[in-house]
């Protein structure tokens, strides 16, 4: 459920010369990294996303400036702010995805425990949504 995605705090190695954060597969992820993406660029009023997994499992992290994303498990809906480097949210399978809101400096990064795979794509929320009440 939507509830069940974690807002995660990245460990934050700071000092004089300045930050560092790190994300470590399986222990930050819960999940061997097998792939990062990245988003950049985003034009102003554009959404993206629209779209749901059947098993793939990511965390996202804004790592510049800021985005929101909105979660929906077909039942409820949640939005998170990514506003911090530091601030990871998980999306597991089956959880429709829209972003937006994004700053003109917004780099959305996101790591995933497979390889690009357009089957595993739900993009179809009439589809999503009969899935996801069915099961
Ligand atoms: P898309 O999934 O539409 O982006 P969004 O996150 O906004 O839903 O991806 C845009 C294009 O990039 C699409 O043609 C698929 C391609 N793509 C890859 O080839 N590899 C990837 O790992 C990802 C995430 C997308």
Same mark, same amino acid.
């Given at each position: ?9 990245? !460990? ?6 300045? !930050? ?42 804004? @790592? !510049? ?15 998170? @702010? ?54």
């Amino acid at each position: 459920s939507v509830d069940d995605q974690k807002l995660i705090t990245l !460990s934050l190695r700071g000092d004089d010369r300045g !930050s560092l954060c790190v994300i470590e597969g399986e222990r930050d992820t819960g999940f061997p990294i097998a792939r990062v993406y990245y988003i950049f660029g985003t034009q102003a009023d554009v959404a993206r996303g629209f779209h749901a997994h059947r098993a793939l499992r990511q965390l996202a992290v804004c @790592v !510049s400036g800021s985005c929101t994303m909105m979660l929906d498990d077909g039942h409820s809906r949640r939005s998170v @702010v990514l506003d911090r480097p530091d601030l990871a949210v998980t999306i597991g399978p089956m959880i429709w995805r829209e972003m937006y809101d994004f700053s003109d400096d917004a780099v959305l990064m996101v790591l995933a425990d497979q390889h690009y795979d357009e089957a595993d794509y739900i993009r179809d929320y009439e589809t999503f949504l009969a899935m996801a009440r069915a099961s």
